[in-house]
């Protein structure tokens, strides 16, 4: 089993500003990958970046990267140069395997750009 | 590229019928999913398949719910009889190759029960 913990329920940045998302995590499991979604207000579910956890290097997107801690269960997303259009929730997923497949959420952080 | 397709976007039906979600993967995908998302509960997995076989239904709530996936470019996810407590927004998602890969959403459809 797994667990995804996002503990901000709500972020507020100024525009062009950089934010930093938190999401903490928790598997049984030695191989598991890690994603960050966006859902706007349109409903729709965007993929914003993943993580494949045997890789020690920080993924990375144009303005988006995260911050993976193996050791402490994090994975932290930071946007850069915040935009008008980065408002919208954001959850954190994990998906373990283990004879298991699905992603798991967390509960996800509702991202607010103030212009 | 078409995406994953659901049908219908929106759904309003009475208590005690039958509602039928349906779902087209990306071609090419080998394994799908269907998510509930409320405000409660958040997002949770229903059930999967892969290779159109049914592989992890412990999620479906009842044996109200039932989901087939009768070949590699359809699926449906059936509740009969609904129930209000069942009004929530229903994702399907597909995906190529193993775990590793990310899954890619439909637009969801918002099941209302009155």
């Known amino acids: 089993a797994q667990t995804v913990t996002q503990s901000q329920p709500e972020m507020s940045v100024q525009e062009a500003e950089t934010v930093t998302l938190s999401c903490t995590y928790d598997t049984s499991e030695s191989d598991y990958y890690l994603f960050w979604y966006k859902q706007p207000p349109s409903r729709q579910m965007i993929l914003v970046i993943r993580?494949?956890?045997?890789?020690?290097q920080n993924a990375t997107e144009n303005r988006f990267s995260v911050n993976f801690q193996k050791a402490a269960k994090s994975f932290s997303l930071k946007i850069s140069d915040s935009q008008l259009g980065d408002a919208a929730m954001y959850f954190c997923a994990a998906n373990s395997g283990g004879g298991a497949d699905g992603l798991t959420f967390g509960k996800g952080t509702h991202l607010i750009i103030q212009p | 590229d078409a995406g994953v397709i659901q049908s219908p976007r929106h759904e309003v039906t009475e208590m005690g019928q039958e509602v039928t979600l349906r779902c087209k993967p990306i071609s090419g995908h080998n394994s799908l999913f269907w998510y509930r998302q409320t405000m409660m509960r958040g997002l949770e997995l229903l059930i999967y398949?892969?290779?159109?076989?049914?592989?992890?239904d412990s999620g479906m709530p009842e044996d109200r719910f039932s989901a087939k996936m009768p070949n590699a470019s359809f699926s449906t996810l059936k509740i009969q009889p609904s129930e209000p407590r069942d009004s929530a927004v229903y994702f399907c998602?597909?995906?190529?190759?193993?775990?590793?890969?990310?899954?890619?959403f439909g637009d969801g459809t918002r099941l209302s029960i009155l």
């Open positions: 998602a597909s995906r190529v190759g193993t775990l590793r890969q990310p899954q890619h």
């Open positions: 398949f892969n290779n159109n076989v049914p592989i992890d």
């Open positions: 993580q494949e956890a045997y890789k020690q």
